[in-house]
């Protein structure tokens, strides 16, 4: 099989993964919806918690794998793993910039603004998101591959040990400096979150974590084909 039709299968398979997540993604909200008890205190505005958690997962799971490949890049210097590490920012990046549209409007309704600069968690997602948006801007700007990969790589490297940073936000710096909540999931003592939110979450994080790996399936193959295709065209002009 050519790299030209093993891109291409990739890309038939990957399309009814997604559509498979779109459709567990409709599950997911009409869970929440209609079978969720709203919080007591957040009422109906705490239902975009089972969107904005979810889409932190995966989108910080996205750029974490970034990283990963960055490293392997810079030990191996192989293509292939520049370009896994390409999608996996393109699509980490979509899920992050779904955490600070959907964040600020839970934060508007819980807090009653939509945006609080002294939040580090926040404040420190933007800048990361900024981080790989100055990746992809980078990536577009520079033509020559070998050099566009080392660049990036080490932008890739940096944005991902962002990652654990913004996570741990929330335990480094005091609840004064905090508008985020406590963690309910993960925490000594086991999670507080009442069962039913707990079953819905879980559902929602596997769903999206299914939805992000077929969207970086097709994004990588669609890197993949546009690559082979254009060694194939130099082939071609070269014989």
């Known amino acids: 099989m050519t790299p030209i039709e093993s891109a291409?299968?990739?890309?038939?398979?990957?399309?009814?993964?997604?559509?498979?997540?779109?459709?567990?993604?409709?599950v997911v909200y009409v869970w929440a919806l209609?079978?969720?008890?709203?919080?007591?205190?957040?009422?109906?505005?705490?239902?975009?918690?089972?969107?904005?958690?979810?889409s932190a997962w995966v989108g910080f799971l996205g750029l974490l794998m970034v990283g990963v490949a960055s490293v392997v890049y810079l030990v191996r210097k192989d293509p292939v793993v520049d370009l896994f590490a390409a999608s996996a920012a393109e699509v980490g990046m979509v899920f992050t910039t779904v955490v600070l549209i959907t964040g600020p409007i839970w934060g508007r309704s819980s807090w009653g603004a939509w945006?609080?600069?002294?939040?580090?968690?926040?404040?420190?997602?933007?800048?990361?998101?900024?981080?790989v948006l100055a990746y992809l801007v980078l990536r577009s700007a520079v033509t020559e591959p070998g050099q566009r990969a080392r660049y990036s790589a080490v932008l890739g490297i940096?944005?991902?040990?962002?990652?654990?940073?913004?996570?741990?936000?929330?335990?480094?710096?005091?609840?004064d400096k905090m508008q985020h909540p406590g963690p309910v999931v993960i925490k000594a003592g086991g999670p507080t979150l009442p069962g039913s939110m707990l079953a819905t979450l879980l559902f929602s994080l596997g769903?999206?974590?299914?939805?992000?790996?077929?969207?970086l399936w097709r994004r990588f193959a669609l890197a993949r084909l546009a690559d082979a295709q254009a060694h194939a065209a130099a082939e071609r002009d070269d014989a």
């Open 8 to 26: 291409e299968r990739a890309l038939r398979r990957s399309a009814g993964w997604i559509l498979l997540g779109l459709l567990l993604l409709a």
């Open 158 to 175: 940096l944005g991902a040990a962002l990652v654990p940073f913004v996570y741990l936000s929330i335990y480094l710096f005091r609840h």
């Open 34 to 54: 209609g079978f969720t008890p709203p919080d007591v205190r957040q009422g109906l505005a705490q239902k975009i918690f089972y969107i904005h958690v979810p």
């Open 207 to 215: 769903v999206f974590t299914l939805f992000f790996a077929a969207l």
């Open 115 to 131: 945006w609080e600069w002294g939040d580090v968690r926040l404040t420190s997602t933007l800048f990361l998101w900024f981080v």
